[in-house]
């Protein structure tokens, strides 16, 4: 089955900076990778998505990138702001398949 | 228009009883996912229902079971439960002809500790 790695499990950033997460995954027919935020007892929101058939996706501060040969794809946030900091998972969906295999999560921590 | 909703909140219960969790999806759709998010983890997907039928299963034993009503709404069952039970429980709520890039609406959880 699909394996998702993210790395950082913890990042810092200054205010104003920018943030990266990477994710990996392990199943070629992965098509469709989802970015969620999630908030300390608050429900997953999606942020951001981007389809196999798409190598860059922007909106506003938030981008995704995905890169098909090497199999990953990452999440940058630019011009951080304190109401960025959550925890941040990526999620991978296989063609056909109806489930989303997530990342172990990255906290982000906006540092005033 | 409401979201998904889920409840209880909060369940406290002891190891080898049932539980149930309820989810009633996001108005216009149709198919409910349940993950299970342990402590610091990523959700973990439990199984999919749509028409009422069980779609797709993780990787979890029998001891979960689940239900969908004509209104779509789900329910999760948890039988003789287990300290490793004690998780987040996430339904997820999506419209089964949104496409492959449909997006899956999360409720807030039912928090289930297990003593």
């Known amino acids: 089955g699909e394996n998702v790695e993210q790395h950082p499990s913890t990042l810092s950033v200054q205010e104003g900076d920018s943030a990266v997460i990477k994710c990996t995954y392990s199943?070629?027919?992965?098509?469709?990778f989802p970015w969620y935020k999630q908030e300390l007892g608050k429900r997953p929101q999606l942020i951001i998505d981007?389809?196999?058939?798409?190598g860059e996706k922007k909106d506003q501060r938030i981008a995704v990138t995905l890169n098909k040969t090497a199999k990953h794809f990452s999440l940058h946030i630019t011009e951080t702001q304190p109401e960025d900091s959550a925890v941040y998972f990526c999620?991978?969906?296989?063609?056909?398949?109806?489930?989303?295999?997530f990342g172990t999560g990255t906290r982000l921590t906006i540092i005033p | 228009d409401a979201g998904v909703t889920q409840s209880p909140t909060h369940l406290i219960k002891t190891r080898g009883q049932q539980v149930t969790l309820r989810c009633s999806p996001k108005?216009?759709?149709?198919?409910v996912s349940w993950y299970q998010q342990a402590l610091g983890q990523g959700p973990q997907f439990i199984f999919q229902?749509?028409?009422?039928?069980?779609?797709q299963r993780g990787n979890f034993p029998d001891r979960f079971s689940g239900h969908q009503y004509p209104n779509y709404s789900s329910e999760l069952n948890v039988n003789a439960l287990l300290l490793g039970d004690s998780a987040l429980y996430l339904c997820?709520?999506?419209?089964?002809?949104?496409?492959?890039?449909?997006?899956?609406?999360f409720g807030p959880g039912t928090r289930l500790t297990v003593l």
């Open positions: 997820a709520s999506s419209l089964a002809q949104g496409g492959p890039y449909n997006e899956q609406f």
């Open positions: 199943d070629s027919a992965s098509n469709y």
């Open positions: 981007i389809r196999s058939n798409v």
């Open positions: 999620a991978a969906r296989i063609f056909g398949n109806e489930k989303l295999t």
């Open positions: 108005s216009g759709h149709d198919t």
């Open positions: 229902y749509y028409e009422e039928e069980e779609r």
